[in-house]
């Protein structure tokens, strides 16, 4: 570790991208520049980069092209990306091959990579960043996935942080509603805890990247604050979490910041078709789930689609100083552009975000603007 305890590092965080643009680096034209500002950079990875492997049908839902061609992974590189994490609910769609082969194309390209590997001890490795004298750990984990999909000793995979779902009848009128019950999966979480411990003994500071949640809702589970308040216990100090295609609320606990889901970075735009449950594929979303995020809108409510952002975390020794969301909304290629400061999209957002985090017990629900961004949090002098 460094000994400078003056040194500040700034981290830019997005949530997932799945590539596919052409050019491949076109993914990222429009925020290249605030990207660069940082002096990390990591990105939540929705692709397999490989040319082997057997699709699983479970993962019906993104269909065929979650598998590219390994080169395809090179848009990662344009920027560059510092660190990136492979936990995800599609690290599996073409089996334990395509993991393998999509580790190694990053390791080639000398991009590092957190969450999956070709054994669970791989998964479960830490990044180690050194910028300015400051020592930063990055580790990753996946809830939501496939029995098949998480590694073993001698399958390729990814990290899990699995969680049980329990359903309450809460209220006495026969059909009512049941209350949803998640709890973390004990296992799991006693050895996430103990790779923060770890992390953070060979590291100033340690970054958590999960994927988990719900699509399209609004609110994390009760298994993920539980999640996210062990690991920041542990030693973390900061969240950064991606699945749901929308952002979600944002807590500060105990001096660390837990971002729910920063929402799509950079998605390609792919064709229609109905979106399974799985792993049956009898039913679509829209006819098992009744949420209605708004009168006579079903589970598959996109609204919030094409919103996303880059939060950046000035972190130093004592954790993190300031968090600050710069706000982006995809265009009809899948590419981010940023939202300019007093626009109405950038006013919607930050009222949404506002109006998210007040079903968090630390949610952030008053949000100001500082320089062309939401300001999130700034540690008191």
Known sequence: MGSNDDAVVTLA??????????????AFTHILEPLRSAHIR??????????????QFQ???EKLEVRQPPQNAAAFKAVPFDVLSLASNHVGDWGPEAIEDTVDVFRDLGLPTIGAG???????????????????????????????????????????????TFYEPYEYQP?????????????DLECLVDDVRKARRAADQVVVSLHWGLHYVAYPTKYQTVVAHAAIDAGACAIVGHHPHQPQGVEVYRGGIIFYSLGNLAVHPRGGGYAYCQPGGEYTHNEVFSVEPEPGVAFGYKRHWNEGGLAFLDIDRTGVRRAT?????????????????GTEAFEKLRVYLEWCARNIAGGINQISVEEGRYLLHRRSA
């Open 118 to 164: 070709h054994t669970i001890t791989q998964a479960r490795e830490p990044v180690f960043l050194e910028r300015n004298g400051l020592r930063v750990a990055f580790l990753g984990y996946c809830s939501v996935l496939l029995p098949q999909y998480w590694a073993t000793d001698t399958r390729a995979g990814c990290a899990p942080m699995r969680a049980h």
């Open 325 to 341: 969301f710069l706000p982006t909304l995809m265009n009809a290629r899948g590419q981010p552009e940023v939202l300019a400061a």
């Open 42 to 55: 990591f990105a939540q990875v929705e692709r397999l980069y490989s040319d082997r492997g057997t699709f």
């Open 175 to 187: 059909g009512s509603p049941a209350r949803v019950i998640t709890v973390p999966h004990a296992g």
């Open 59 to 61: 993962s019906l839902a």
């Open 13 to 26: 965080a997005g949530g997932d991208v799945k590539t596919g643009h052409d050019p491949l680096e076109s």
